[in-house]
């Protein structure tokens, strides 16, 4: 019986693995993020990454504004998050569902993970700062 349970969540652990999906082209990125809201709840962050190169949003209560592209495979980006510069950093973006993880040092380093949340008409009209999410 243990060894049946055994192969039976060995059989599972591919599924969960065959989810994530690394995105390697700027052009499934931009389908991502395009009419999306990335956040973290719990430490209210809400971005909009901008299919021209712009990033503008809130973290902590503070306003973020950077500027990013794609770069062999990368999201690489420079941020400022309310008087701090968040230094240019190239990430993995790997697609899990309904969420985005960002890894910095082209994979290597520590990461983030982002709910892709719908953008509402309401947060297009008053821009990307005041957003608010469905």
């Known amino acids: 019986m243990h060894r049946l349970t055994l ?7 591919p599924t969960f693995t065959a989810a994530q999906e690394i995105v390697i082209n700027r052009s499934d990125f931009v389908a991502a993020v395009g009419s999306n809201t990335l956040e973290i709840p719990l430490l209210r962050v809400q971005l909009h990454v901008l299919d021209d190169g712009q990033i503008t949003g ?3 209560g503070l306003k973020v504004t950077g500027e990013w592209d794609w770069k062999e495979g990368f999201f690489c980006r420079r941020m400022n998050w309310g008087e701090r510069n968040l230094e240019y950093n190239c990430q993995q973006v790997t697609r899990d569902g309904k969420t985005l993880i960002f890894t910095s040092d082209k994979g290597t380093g520590r990461s983030a993970k982002f709910s892709l949340r719908p953008t509402t008409k309401l947060g297009q009209i008053i821009g990307a700062d005041r957003t608010v999410a469905d």
Do not use: P, W
Not at 7 to 13: D, H, Q, V, W
């Open 7 to 13: 192969t039976i969540l060995a059989s599972l652990i």
């Open 58 to 60: 809130t973290a902590l």
